[in-house]
């Protein structure tokens, strides 16, 4: 049975290394170095280090996904993109998952109504872009279609204060020219022409 000889800090201080015979065994977060007790000088069986790793290899990734999900709110797909470009080792993904269910931190709904906001407050975004967007991250069309119907998203609103933002642009036009700019604006940021049409109060038809 190994025997722990050693017990160092690594470079972040939040880690230990811990050295089994003279080499190095596994590292470990210090919530799991204080829960199993360990001490040089202990006696450690295969088993033991086993259920060690994978719970300090838990915590770890715990840690890492939580502050990822901190910043702002997730999408279930982001979560799991998250898992792949760390490399988590699969077994760790139920758990990781239900634990920032408990959090509430995976509800792709509250997720979608977040994004809503926040790009029609700061990008004055279309309803056929977010639909896109949203779709992107992995979010379920019906969810989609239930949180853009609760958000009564108003898309001549929308339209006008992109095209407010913007005015710069044809200042110096005619009026004619500025049309014709302001609605191939507003096609290419995802409005329909029905939208376009109401805005720019003109009818295309004639």
């Known amino acids: 049975m190994p025997t722990i000889t050693s017990i160092k800090p690594q470079k972040n201080k939040k880690r230990l290394n811990i050295y089994l015979d003279d080499k190095f065994g596994f590292g470990l977060d210090l919530e799991s ?12 069986s295969e088993e033991e280090i086993r259920k060690i790793v994978n719970e300090s290899e838990f915590q770890k990734n715990y840690d890492k996904i939580l502050k990822f999900g901190s ?66 991250k992995g979010v379920d069309k019906d969810i989609v279609d239930d949180v853009l119907f609760e958000s009564e998203l108003d898309e001549l609103k929308v339209a006008n204060k992109l095209l407010e933002k913007k005015k710069y642009r044809w200042e110096k036009l005619g009026d004619y020219e500025a049309r014709i700019k302001k609605s191939q604006f507003l096609a290419r940021n995802g409005f329909d ?14």
Request: proline share 1%; charged share 35%.
């Open 33 to 44: 170095f204080v829960k199993f007790g360990l001490k040089v000088g202990q006696g450690i």
């Open 71 to 136: 910043l702002r709110p997730r999408s279930k797909k982001e979560y799991n993109d998250w898992l792949k470009k760390h490399k988590v080792h699969e077994s760790l993904h139920a758990k990781l998952f239900n634990r920032l269910k408990y959090l509430d931190f995976i509800n792709d709904k509250k997720f979608a109504l977040w994004w809503i906001e926040q790009r029609v407050a700061f990008r004055s975004k279309s309803k056929r872009v977010l639909i896109q967007e949203l779709r992107s």
């Open 193 to 206: 022409w029905e939208t376009i049409k109401k805005v720019l109060k003109v009818d295309y038809d004639d």
